[in-house]
């Protein structure tokens, strides 16, 4: 018996289409039809199907009129250049009007289908431009939710985002009355596991009308695996209908939400009853959350600029303090509580060989110690992070609450030259929906039985307790610590400069302080040679003061 992980699940070839879609797949170099789902002859007039295998559409002009009539199929080869594109079109076939989506992947070019639905509720009062006003990233997604509430109008809608572990949390939220609220809680990252992850990446918008309805099989001569990663009726695995069936939905709906060139996020949708929408409302939801996207991009953006800005101003006074002491440690320990401060740690350790100095809330000097010794055996970089030190070293280490988080940056290896930073152990308490502890169960996949992660049953709030973690070190901490290791190198190197300018010149006075005294002493038996020594000095002495006085 297999045992299959989530992120092995092959879910974007999974054989089968959802019932709204009708798909043919046609050759990119030949144009000849490869495959098929067995519904198309609920809209097309064929009567055999098989005959259409190694055939060309127009192969058949009355029952594929429609299709070789309209523009997109007409251009075809201009349209099906570069993969992933997908054009759309409308047409008529038996009187009923369908969205025709055309897109080529890979050696393929997919011709999709679904009817159109006419959306009576559907008003857009909202400027495209509303995102960019708001001065408040939360008040972003609020909007965004309620201005595709007026498009598609699922019992819940929510604001999913990924978390650094692949994990996710529910930022913002609208629902019904009736429905129970999953504000704040956190979801495992075996929900949606790597490949799925990949998918919204790439297939941007993802609706599955009706997880109880039968799925369409596809039909191909090859017996080949269908990669239908950009189809919209693509089917859904079996897992994950049964997860959806487990949350009380029937029908589910998502755009991605990608920032940076990242998938961020999701906007996810559930219904408590089947429901489809509409390819328009769908593309219309996906241009709102692009716009939600950019507008949180741009307000993020600047809000770092802004904090860049601050940083810089307080890493240029700093380097005025720095310079005004005569060595690198004097300059650390004088300006201690800023460099605390500048990371938003709770304390500090200055090391340098011997020396230790400590600032704020920090371990005892015995653990301080015992956390050199472990840096210099267990680290190589010269910069290490950690959030969950305490949690992980705490015991072998006998470290307290204080050292809970922890920054280790080596000035200068080899002499014992470094800098701590602590935080201490934070409160951590983490609302899950259900339980996130994997179970195991058995299903049957082509005839053979394999062992899968199964999706849970219950979304009733579990709350973990993590100890011996501190608060996050976010990005703008990490662009604090690189400002004061890019401070420590200039200023250090400039210390070193003036230290060594001013070297010379005092071995140049001294020098000049030798030769005068052995003239000195040379020439103490004779009176009238210093004398005359002395005169000359003098004589010096006044003409470099008129020189002076005439300039």
Same mark, same amino acid.
């Given at each position: %018996?297999?045992?299959?992980?989530?992120?092995?699940?092959?879910?974007?070839?999974?054989?089968?289409?959802?019932?709204?879609?009708?798909?043919?797949?046609?050759?990119?170099?030949?144009?000849?039809?490869?495959?098929?789902?067995?519904?198309?002859?609920?809209?097309?007039?064929?009567?055999? $199907?098989?005959?259409?295998?190694?055939?060309?559409?127009?192969? =058949?002009?009355?029952?594929?009129?429609?299709?070789?009539?309209?523009?997109?199929?007409?251009?075809?080869?201009?349209?099906?250049?570069?993969?992933?594109?997908?054009? =759309?079109?409308?047409?008529?076939?038996?009187?009923?009007?369908?969205?025709?989506?055309?897109?080529?992947?890979?050696?393929?070019? =997919?011709?999709? =289908?679904?009817?159109?639905?006419?959306?009576?509720?559907?008003?857009?009062?909202?400027?495209?431009?509303?995102?960019?006003?708001?001065?408040?990233?939360?008040?972003?997604?609020?909007?965004?939710?309620?201005?595709?509430? &007026?498009?598609?109008?699922?019992? &819940? %809608?929510?604001?999913?985002?990924? %978390?650094?572990?692949?994990s996710g949390k529910v930022i913002a939220e609208r629902r019904g009355e009736d429905m129970e609220s999953y504000l704040g809680l956190h979801?495992?990252? !075996?929900d949606i596991p790597r490949q799925a992850r990949e998918l919204y990446y790439k297939k941007r918008k993802r609706i599955f009308s009706n997880?109880?309805?039968?799925?369409?099989?596809?039909?191909?001569? &090859?017996?080949?695996?269908?990669?239908?990663?950009?189809?919209?009726?693509?089917? %859904?695995?079996?897992?994950?209908?049964?997860?959806?069936?487990?949350?009380?939905?029937?029908?589910?709906?998502?755009?991605?939400?990608?920032?940076?060139?990242?998938?961020?996020?999701?906007? *996810?949708?559930?219904?408590?009853?089947?429901?489809?929408?509409?390819?328009?409302? &769908?593309?219309?939801?996906?241009?709102?959350?692009?716009?939600?996207?950019?507008?949180?991009?741009?307000?993020?953006?600047?809000?770092?600029?802004?904090?860049?800005?601050?940083?810089?101003?307080? !890493?240029?006074?700093?380097?005025?303090?720095?310079?005004?002491?005569?060595?690198?440690?004097?300059?650390?320990?004088?300006?201690?509580?800023?460099?605390?401060?500048?990371?938003?740690?709770?304390?500090?350790?200055?090391?340098?060989?011997?020396?230790?100095?400590?600032?704020?809330? *920090?371990?005892?000097?015995?653990?301080?110690?015992?956390?050199?010794?472990?840096?210099?055996?267990?680290?190589?970089?010269?910069?290490?992070?950690?959030?969950?030190?305490?949690?992980?070293?705490?015991?072998?280490?006998?470290?307290?609450?204080?050292?809970?988080?922890?920054?280790?940056?080596?000035?200068?290896?080899?002499?014992?030259?470094?800098?701590?930073?602590?935080?201490?152990?934070?409160?951590?308490?983490?609302?899950?929906?259900?339980?996130?502890?994997?179970?195991? #169960?058995?299903?049957?996949?082509?005839?053979? #039985?394999?062992?899968?992660?199964?999706?849970?049953?219950?979304?009733?709030?579990?709350?973990?307790?993590?100890?011996?973690?501190?608060?996050?070190?976010?990005?703008?901490?990490?662009?604090?610590?690189?400002?004061?290791?890019?401070?420590?190198?200039?200023?250090? /190197?400039?210390?070193?400069?003036?230290?060594?300018?001013?070297?010379?010149?005092? $071995?140049?006075?001294?020098?000049?302080?030798?030769?005068?005294?052995?003239?000195?002493? /040379?020439?103490?038996?004779?009176?009238?040679?210093?004398?005359?020594?002395?005169?000359?000095?003098?004589?010096?002495?006044?003409?470099?003061?008129?020189?002076?006085?005439?300039?």
């Amino acid at each position: %018996m297999n045992f299959v992980e989530c992120h092995e699940e092959p879910i974007h070839i999974p054989g089968y289409i959802q019932s709204f879609g009708y798909l043919i797949g046609i050759d990119a170099g030949s144009h000849s039809i490869t495959f098929f789902s067995k519904n198309i002859e609920d809209i097309f007039n064929i009567e055999n $199907k098989e005959i259409l295998f190694d055939k060309k559409i127009t192969d =058949f002009p009355e029952s594929f009129k429609s299709i070789i009539e309209s523009d997109i199929y007409n251009s075809l080869n201009r349209f099906t250049q570069r993969e992933n594109e997908t054009y =759309f079109d409308k047409i008529f076939i038996r009187d009923k009007e369908y969205h025709f989506s055309v897109f080529r992947n890979k050696a393929h070019i =997919f011709l999709e =289908f679904e009817e159109v639905l006419k959306n009576p509720h559907k008003r857009i009062s909202n400027k495209y431009d509303s995102f960019y006003i708001v001065d408040n990233a939360q008040e972003i997604w609020e909007q965004l939710l309620n201005t595709l509430s &007026r498009i598609v109008n699922y019992d &819940r %809608m929510m604001v999913y985002k990924f %978390m650094m572990d692949g994990s996710g949390k529910v930022i913002a939220e609208r629902r019904g009355e009736d429905m129970e609220s999953y504000l704040g809680l956190h979801y495992p990252e !075996s929900d949606i596991p790597r490949q799925a992850r990949e998918l919204y990446y790439k297939k941007r918008k993802r609706i599955f009308s009706n997880v109880y309805a039968e799925t369409v099989p596809l039909l191909s001569k &090859r017996q080949e695996d269908i990669d239908l990663t950009y189809a919209a009726s693509r089917g %859904m695995s079996p897992i994950h209908g049964q997860y959806v069936k487990n949350s009380g939905a029937s029908s589910s709906f998502s755009v991605s939400i990608i920032i940076d060139d990242h998938l961020w996020g999701l906007v *996810t949708c559930q219904n408590s009853k089947p429901k489809h929408i509409d390819l328009e409302d &769908r593309v219309q939801a996906g241009i709102f959350t692009a716009l939600a996207s950019n507008a949180y991009s741009s307000f993020k953006s600047k809000n770092e600029l802004n904090y860049r800005l601050e940083l810089n101003e307080k !890493s240029s006074e700093l380097k005025k303090e720095f310079l005004k002491q005569n060595s690198l440690l004097d300059s650390l320990i004088e300006n201690k509580t800023q460099i605390k401060n500048l990371p938003e740690a709770d304390g500090l350790a200055i090391v340098s060989d011997e020396t230790l100095v400590t600032e704020g809330i *920090t371990p005892n000097r015995k653990a301080i110690g015992r956390i050199i010794q472990w840096a210099h055996e267990n680290t190589e970089d010269n910069i290490y992070i950690s959030r969950n030190f305490l949690r992980n070293h705490g015991e072998e280490l006998d470290l307290d609450k204080n050292s809970a988080g922890i920054v280790i940056y080596f000035i200068e290896r080899s002499k014992n030259n470094m800098l701590i930073w602590f935080r201490k152990e934070f409160d951590e308490h983490i609302n899950w929906a259900g339980n996130p502890e994997k179970k195991i #169960e058995v299903f049957s996949q082509n005839g053979e #039985e394999r062992q899968i992660i199964s999706p849970r049953t219950s979304f009733q709030i579990f709350t973990e307790n993590i100890k011996g973690n501190s608060k996050r070190w976010n990005s703008r901490n990490i662009a604090a610590l690189q400002s004061i290791r890019d401070l420590i190198l200039e200023t250090s /190197h400039k210390n070193y400069n003036t230290i060594k300018r001013l070297n010379d010149e005092l $071995k140049k006075v001294n020098e000049e302080l030798d030769s005068f005294s052995y003239t000195i002493s /040379h020439d103490l038996g004779t009176p009238l040679t210093v004398m005359k020594l002395n005169a000359q000095m003098l004589l010096n002495s006044l003409t470099d003061g008129s020189e002076k006085s005439k300039k």
